[in-house]
């Protein structure tokens, strides 16, 4: 099984400024990477796919990179709504897909 | 519009089965490259995918719990169904069915991506005593 390991755990930065999430599997998933957002009490939301293509109707601000073990999941400048726990997923080696734990992204 | 809205129980007890319903519109998973996976999320924890159905009938499921799951799909009502035998407080999660993306390369043909496009809200399921 591929583990996906997120880091930080938790992210504090200011609207306005730039995010930068990080995804590591524990083998090479190519680019089958997907990362999703969720919000409290929603389900989560696909941002990226493919580790660099954006969803439809996702801003242009999000922006996804990497292939085979690394990933960044970078929010160019942070929206009041932006403010959310982000997964990134692995859709390579399966079953089973796996997901991180999560890097919640709070205000400064 | 895709849509998908999960329905079931919010108690079971120990030991129980908990059966959960997903109907879904806007897609049929008669198509040709159509799936539709459940993956749940413990309160405050990460997502872990469970199974997935294939518009052929083809059924996967995660390694840890495969044989405690069984996924089935009703095409004429555009629905997919997960039971889950022998419920345990673990088990205590919120229950989420998703479509898997497809994709079509340059020649038109489709394959399956991986990936989930469309979730429904969940339904959150408490097992206790």
């Known amino acids: 099984e591929v583990v996906m390991t997120q880091s930080p755990a938790t992210l504090s930065v200011s609207p306005g400024e730039r995010a930068t999430l990080s995804c590591r599997a524990s083998?090479?998933?190519?680019?089958?990477l997907a990362w999703y957002q969720q919000k409290p009490g929603q389900a989560p939301r696909l941002l990226i796919y493919?580790?660099?293509t954006r969803a439809t109707g996702i801003p242009t601000r999000f922006s996804g990179s990497g292939s085979g073990t690394e990933f960044t999941l970078t929010i160019s400048s942070l929206q009041s709504e932006d403010f959310a726990v982000y997964f990134c997923?692995?859709?390579?080696?399966?079953?089973?897909?796996?997901f991180g734990q999560g890097t919640k992204l709070e205000i400064k | 519009q895709v849509t998908l809205r999960e329905s079931g129980p919010a108690l079971v007890k120990p030991t129980q089965t908990l059966t959960l319903t997903c109907t879904f519109s806007?897609?049929?998973?008669?198509?040709?490259?159509?799936?539709v996976s459940w993956i749940r999320q413990s309160p405050g924890k990460a997502l872990e995918w469970l199974a997935r159905?294939?518009?052929?009938?083809?059924?996967y499921y995660s390694t840890s719990l495969a044989t405690r799951l069984t996924i089935s799909k009703d095409t004429s009502k555009d629905q997919v169904v997960l039971t889950m035998t022998n419920m345990d407080p673990v088990d205590t999660a919120t229950y989420y069915c998703?479509?898997?993306?497809?994709?079509?390369?340059?020649?038109?043909?489709?394959?399956?991506?991986?990936?989930?496009?469309?979730w429904g809200q969940g339904t959150l399921v408490t097992v206790s005593s």
């Open positions: 998703a479509r898997v993306d497809i994709r079509y390369d340059s020649s038109g043909r489709f394959y399956v991506s991986g990936y989930f496009d469309y």
């Open positions: 806007g897609f049929s998973l008669s198509t040709s490259g159509m799936c």
């Open positions: 159905i294939d518009w052929d009938g083809d059924e």
């Open positions: 083998e090479s998933v190519s680019s089958k």
């Open positions: 493919g580790a660099s």
């Open positions: 997923q692995q859709y390579d080696n399966w079953p089973p897909y796996t």
